[in-house]
């Protein structure tokens, strides 16, 4: 059976809900135990090992990162970062890669707010899914800043 557009979408915007709430834990669960997540620092680079990486984080470092998320006096997030993210343009790629079901590209923006300082990101988010019993898991996810070749101050809160 083909994957379900709206399915996918109501799938993104829940997962753009739960780290906007901070459930940093319920996101964890929506990836597999072999997923990653890659925020590439060069534009179209094409993997994470030749270069460094903005954010390359296996199964176990993005337990790592939750953890310290999670933690009530973590230096980074002393106060949180409040956090609103829009998901749009969702498409299906044509074709599944790095072990995933299907490919699903979108849009993104995220306001972050913390220390009377707002900053905007944007850019292109892919996700690896596996079906997982009448929903979907990730596999991988991939966030394409628009200006990763940018200065930035300490990305802490996930995309």
Same mark, same amino acid.
């Given at each position: 059976?083909?994957?379900?557009?709206? +399915?996918?979408?109501?799938?993104?915007?829940?997962? @753009?809900?739960?780290? #906007?709430?901070?459930?940093?834990?319920?996101?964890?669960?929506? %990836?597999? /135990? #072999?997923?990653?997540?890659?925020?590439?620092?060069?534009?179209?680079?094409?993997?994470? *090992?030749? &270069?460094?990486?903005?954010?390359?984080?296996?199964?176990?470092?993005?337990?790592?990162?939750?953890?310290?998320?999670?933690?009530?006096?973590?230096?980074?997030?002393?106060?949180?970062? *409040? &956090?609103?993210?829009?998901? @749009?343009?969702?498409?299906?790629? /044509?074709? @599944?890669?790095?072990?995933?079901?299907?490919?699903?590209?979108?849009?993104?923006?995220?306001?972050?707010?913390?220390? +009377?300082?707002?900053?905007?990101?944007?850019?292109?988010? *892919?996700?690896?899914?596996?079906?997982? #019993?009448?929903?979907?898991?990730?596999?991988?996810?991939?966030?394409?800043?628009?200006?990763? #070749?940018?200065?930035?101050?300490?990305?802490?809160?996930? %995309?």
């Amino acid at each position: 059976m083909a994957p379900d557009p709206q +399915d996918i979408e109501a799938f993104l915007i829940h997962e @753009a809900r739960l780290l #906007d709430e901070r459930r940093f834990e319920d996101w964890l669960g929506l %990836f597999t /135990d #072999d997923g990653w997540y890659w925020v590439p620092i060069e534009p179209d680079q094409d993997n994470p *090992r030749d &270069t460094v990486s903005l954010i390359y984080d296996d199964r176990r470092l993005l337990e790592t990162r939750i953890r310290r998320l999670a933690h009530p006096s973590i230096h980074a997030q002393t106060p949180a970062s *409040r &956090t609103s993210r829009i998901v @749009a343009n969702v498409t299906m790629e /044509d074709q @599944a890669a790095g072990g995933a079901d299907i490919v699903i590209r979108s849009k993104f923006q995220m306001i972050e707010y913390r220390r +009377d300082k707002q900053r905007l990101f944007g850019g292109t988010c *892919r996700h690896g899914l596996v079906d997982a #019993d009448g929903s979907y898991r990730i596999r991988w996810k991939r966030v394409d800043l628009v200006n990763c #070749d940018a200065m930035h101050d300490g990305i802490n809160v996930p %995309f």
